[in-house]
């Protein structure tokens, strides 16, 4: 079965700063690769996504993420950060062979400072 | 177009009641998933229906139950709340399965 695990659940960046959201899947066959951002009492709204490809996704807002599958990984980079950037991130993971649901990360909540 | 609409949007229930929530997904949209998010736990899987037909379930005891209609719009059922059912529910519509989700703004349900 596969599973997405988030290091670090609170990530704090300075504004203008790198945003880096970590993220490490395991999965037994490739999956389909996705990040989610959430507002406070909100849903969760799709940055990007990765299905096959380019290993490099660009997403919304200025995200991107790059799924590398040596290193079982997807991690979601910004190179600037800004105030509307804080939230709660998550990663989440597809594979066909897994009963079809998506399986998500714990998330990361991101704090930008002033 | 419209997004995802779940209503309620906030639930007061009493514990051993039994609550309804209810997801209109996007217009075209066949498959329905169904999320519970909680502090402990994070986002947990329920169930997903397509074209009115359960297609996959999740680890969630028999009390949680759904269903979808002919339009596509579809319930999901707590019976006998206990306290910690207590959660925002999530609900997601896509046209072609987790692949293409789009989120609903949840329904938090609070179980005293």
């Known amino acids: 079965a596969q599973s997405v695990t988030q290091l670090g659940s609170h990530v704090s960046v300075s504004e203008g700063a790198l945003v880096l959201l970590r993220c490490n899947y395991s999965?037994?066959?490739?999956?389909?690769l996705f990040w989610y951002v959430q507002y406070p009492n909100q849903g969760l709204q799709l940055l990007l996504k990765?299905?096959?490809?380019?290993?490099l996704v660009k997403g919304i807002n200025g995200f991107e993420a790059e799924f590398k599958k040596s290193e079982t990984s997807f991690h979601l980079t910004k190179p600037s950060a800004h105030m509307s950037d804080a939230a709660e991130y998550f990663c989440a993971a597809y594979a066909s062979n897994n009963n079809n649901d998506m399986r998500f990360g714990a998330g990361t909540r991101l704090t930008v400072k002033p | 177009k419209a997004g995802v609409t779940q209503t309620p949007r906030y639930l007061i229930k009493t514990r051993g009641q039994q609550v309804t929530l209810s997801c209109s997904p996007i217009?075209?949209?066949?498959?329905v998933s169904w999320y519970q998010q909680t502090p402990g736990q994070g986002l947990q899987f329920l169930f997903e229906y397509f074209s009115e037909t359960q297609r996959n379930k999740g680890n969630f005891p028999g009390r949680f139950s759904g269903r979808q209609f002919s339009n596509s719009r579809s319930e999901m059922n707590v019976s006998t709340l206990e306290l910690g059912d207590s959660a925002l529910y999530l609900c997601a519509s896509s046209s072609t399965g987790p692949y293409g989700y789009t989120f609903g703004s949840g329904t938090r349900l609070t179980v005293v």
């Open positions: 999965s037994s066959v490739p999956p389909y």
């Open positions: 990765y299905t096959t490809g380019a290993t």
């Open positions: 217009s075209g949209h066949r498959s």
